[in-house]
């Protein structure tokens, strides 16, 4: 889990960050997770990933500021992905309960919106981060949970 989740993204960062210091320009968009900012109980390996990537990301935001390079993180909870809809699945079985109630009572009971995101919502930030707009957007993470780490 820490090859794919910081080891990788430690070593794409140090690839591109020369080419990006040369223009003058860049833009590097972490997807982490609203677990990079917060645990929750048996997810000690992924919590520890996530909290190492927002590490990375705000030491390269540090780093290449300077040279016009910035650096977020995404944080969203639940996005509605093939390996979340396994979950479903998985949890529906765990708690005896219908499918159709996992996402409100067991993912997201304690989240203001009861709803998965979408993988074009999290691509449209990531997209506005990459933009010219976004030019003094450096070290951030951004929360994208429904509200379930505002708690």
């Not at 590097?28 to 996530?50: D, M, P, Q, W």
């Not at 997201?108 to 933009?131: F, S, T």
Request: contains cysteine; glycine residues 10%.
């Amino acid at each position: 889990m820490l090859d794919i989740m910081v080891t990788a993204p430690f070593l794409l960062t140090r690839a591109v960050l020369p080419g990006m210091y040369a223009r003058g320009w860049g833009r590097i968009v972490n997807i982490s997770s609203v677990h990079g900012l917060r645990a929750s109980e048996f997810k000690s390996a992924y919590v520890t990933a996530k909290h190492a990537l927002e590490g990375l990301s705000k030491v390269t935001a540090l780093e290449g500021g300077p040279y016009g390079v910035t650096s977020n993180c995404l944080n969203p909870g639940y996005v509605n992905t093939p390996l979340v809809q396994k979950q479903i699945a998985d949890q529906a079985r765990t708690h005896g309960i219908p499918e159709s109630d996992v996402i409100e009572k067991v993912m997201l009971a304690e989240a203001a919106i009861k709803r998965l995101l979408e993988p074009e919502e999290v691509a449209d930030l990531a997209l506005w981060l990459c933009g010219p707009m976004a030019g003094s957007v450096t070290g951030s993470s951004y929360t994208m949970d429904g509200g379930w780490s505002a708690r």
